[in-house]
């Protein structure tokens, strides 16, 4: 990816479209999840894979929002 400052439009669009699948996916994600925690025997294993899978997709969402955000210099 290019620096913010070389960013274009276009990079611009695809960073925000790629935010946007990746925050609807976080919350899909969190929505399973707490209909895993509702059923009367929970699928630990799979609950933990969730919640990896959660967290990972954070640390992407915090990533991209870096490259859209530009960095101020105080």
Same mark, same amino acid.
């Given at each position: 990816?290019? $620096?913010? +400052?070389?960013?274009?439009?276009? +990079?611009?669009?695809? !960073?925000? %479209? #790629?935010?946007?699948?990746? #925050?609807?996916? &976080? ?6 999840? +707490?209909? =895993? &925690? #509702?059923? *009367?025997?929970? +699928?630990? !294993?799979?609950? #933990?894979?969730?919640?990896? /899978?959660?967290?990972? =997709? /954070?640390?992407?969402? %915090?990533?991209?929002? $870096?490259?859209?955000? *530009?960095?101020?210099? %105080?």
């Amino acid at each position: 990816m290019q $620096d913010s +400052d070389n960013m274009t439009d276009e +990079d611009e669009r695809e !960073l925000g %479209a #790629q935010l946007a699948r990746l #925050q609807q996916e &976080h919350r899909d994600l969190d929505a399973a999840i +707490d209909a =895993l &925690h #509702q059923s *009367p025997a929970p +699928d630990l !294993l799979q609950l #933990q894979r969730l919640k990896k /899978r959660k967290l990972l =997709l /954070r640390d992407r969402i %915090a990533y991209v929002e $870096d490259q859209i955000t *530009p960095d101020i210099i %105080a």
